[in-house]
């Protein structure tokens, strides 16, 4: 309007008043959507993508035998670590002994989990020569990290040998100093997990091979002195990995019964209620089959996601016939990680991994 121009609001008000179609609105709101919008927001008007998992997460690229996986995150790099049993699969040995002079594998991930890569072996020589290290645990306290791992002195053919827990601490996830083996309820045991309770006491839990192979369980107010249970924390049938962790108002605990995991739920973390399994189906997703085995679990916010490792050339978890060398054949060696959700419904866990989720590891701080 040119300075000192005024409008005859009488002729606005006669002229006649354009008539709107649905159609003719739609198309605007499109036009407006598209073209006028930013790009992001045109976007998420439309949808927002789920960030999916890869299947498998991972596979051991030495040894092809990644298993027993702990995920946790590197304050130091700033992004999250895996860290599991390396089984040597690809190395033609008789029977087991692949699954001995194992050392303890190392992937990390810069792209919030979406895909791995490997980065080495952890140095936790105790003595001289060629030993074994299966199914390691890491919790941070007190500004140092704390691993729990099993040794087992030397190399075997076949299923033996005196398991014990050693305890390392470091300042870093790199770098580890030994400080002793943990007395706990005999000489033979293995897969801990622990978990801080809001009192500040620490519980572990572990598999005792002389009682049966069922989950005990210790106390300690510092990880460095343990007052160990007398009475399994679960018994019954024989399992073995047991992880503990708290989801959605309850503490949870998940056993591998080695055809799929065994859920139990507590409300004080010292009773707990026999529930059903999980990932005991075979998987439609590649190589997530025949069960999962021997996971971790990691909470974030209202999310829960669970690690674990399948044999996806074997007919059941259990398969182990030996060639006429003495030998497992290879296909039935290897393993790989996988990763699917943890849900509650009905009060109990499942996880649905063959219906697309959401998979995504936030930066913590």
């Known amino acids: ?25 739609f198309l605007w709101f499109c036009l407006v959507t598209f073209f006028v919008l930013p790009p992001s927001k045109a976007q998420k008007t439309i949808s927002t993508p789920l ?19 702990v995920v946790v995150w590197n304050l130091e790099e700033k992004a999250w670590w895996m860290l599991y049993t390396q089984r040597r699969a690809n190395v033609d040995a008789a029977d087991v002994a692949y699954c001995y002079g194992t050392a303890i594998g190392v992937a ?9 890569e490997y980065r080495g072996t ?6 001289r020569g060629m030993n074994t290290f299966w199914a390691p645990d890491i919790v941070f306290h007190n500004g140092q990290y704390h691993l729990f791992v099993v040794y087992i002195p030397g190399v075997r053919n076949h299923w033996g040998g005196k398991p014990k827990m050693a305890h390392y601490t470091g300042k870093n996830l790199w770098d580890w100093q030994f400080k002793n083996f943990v007395t706990l309820s005999s000489d033979d045991v293995i897969d801990a997990t622990l978990l801080q309770l809001p009192t500040g006491q620490w519980r572990m839990w572990y598999k005792d091979q002389t009682r049966g192979s069922v989950t005990m369980m210790a106390e300690s107010r510092d ?17 073995e990995g047991p992880k503990a ?15 799929g995991m065994r859920v139990y739920r507590s409300n004080d973390c010292t009773t707990w209620e026999k ?22 679990v990691v909470v974030v916010g209202d999310k829960a996601f669970i690690f674990y490792f399948t044999h996806p050339g074997r007919k059941s978890h259990s398969e182990a016939a030996l060639d006429q060398d003495g030998v497992l054949p290879y296909s039935l060696r290897r393993s790989s ?10 009060g109990t866990l499942v996880s649905e991994r063959d219906q697309p989720f959401d998979f995504w590891l936030p930066d913590l701080k």
């Open 337 to 346: 990680i996988q990763v699917a959700p943890l849900v509650i419904q009905n």
């Open 1 to 25: 309007m040119l300075p000192g121009k005024r409008i005859d609001t009488n002729l606005l008000a006669n002229r006649p008043k354009p008539v709107y179609s649905v159609a003719s609105a």
């Open 122 to 127: 952890l140095k936790l020589d105790i003595e």
């Open 245 to 259: 962790f708290r989801f959605g108002g309850w503490y949870w605990m998940l056993t591998d019964e080695w055809a």
């Open 223 to 239: 990880l460095e002195h343990w007052r160990v249970s007398p009475e399994p924390a679960i018994g019954g049938k024989a399992h």
């Open 275 to 296: 529930q059903g399994m999980i990932l005991d189906k075979p998987g439609n997703r590649p190589e997530d089959t025949p069960s999962g085995a021997h996971g971790d």
């Open 51 to 69: 960030h999916k998992a890869p299947a498998p997460l991972y596979r051991d690229p030495i040894f092809d035998g990644a298993a027993d996986p």
């Open 108 to 116: 990390s991930s810069q792209n919030n989990g979406q895909s791995w």
